[in-house]
């Protein structure tokens, strides 16, 4: 059996779910960015299938709201805390307003803690359904 098999085979342990989260204070207030959940990480996926254009031979032409995914992403894992550090989800229209210079890097740091994009070069077309004949 070879190195990569061997490692197919090894067993896996999680501690815990508990998603890794980062403080975060914005004009004053208290935030948490926690690790994309995978329900959030597939919203985010299908948004960025939904924006790339494939040619025939897969490879990706254009790009149609490309931007939308950045402040997507912040928005399903920023929670602003109040008071009694009561969790409340920051809504999409609140990360619009918020400058680029605020977006971008969350956006960045929810990426990394998700691992979104690693070792991933981007939207693929899907594979084209091969034809099958009668004989």
């Known amino acids: 059996m070879s190195a990569a098999e061997n490692k197919t085979l090894e067993p896996m342990e999680f501690a815990d779910l508990e998603p890794v ?7 004053g207030r208290k935030y948490v960015l ?16 939904r924006a790339a254009k494939f040619s025939q ?11 939308d995914l950045e402040p997507l992403l912040v928005s399903l894992c920023l929670f602003e805390l109040d008071k009694d ?5 920051v809504p999409l229209e ?28 981007g939207p693929k077309a899907p594979p084209e359904p091969t034809a099958t004949t009668s004989p």
């Open 94 to 121: 609140t990360i619009l307003a918020w400058p680029p210079r605020v977006v971008g890097p969350l956006f960045e740091r929810a990426k990394a803690l998700g691992g979104i994009g690693q070792g991933d070069a």
């Open 34 to 49: 926690k690790e994309p959940s995978e329900a959030a990480s597939v919203k985010y996926r299908n948004a960025l299938m």
């Open 85 to 89: 550090n009561f969790e409340r989800p």
């Open 57 to 67: 031979d897969g490879s990706v032409t254009a790009a149609d709201g490309l931007a």
């Open 21 to 27: 989260t980062v403080p975060v204070k914005i004009g």
